[in-house]
């Protein structure tokens, strides 16, 4: 069965980062905000799969 989850990608000082950590999409939402207020840019949230 897999595992639906959401990662973030973001731009901070011209490099491209990802998260580390795998987000339920409430959280990733969050994140994004979180993002976006400390000066993050192309901010997405994009959707992994998991096999358990």
Known sequence: MAM?????RWVLDGREKTSAVHY?????????RELV?????????FETTHRR
């Open 4 to 8: 639906v989850s959401f990662k973030v």
């Open 37 to 45: 207020q400390s000066g993050a840019t192309a901010v997405e949230i």
């Open 24 to 32: 339920d999409w409430p959280a990733a939402e969050q994140r994004q």
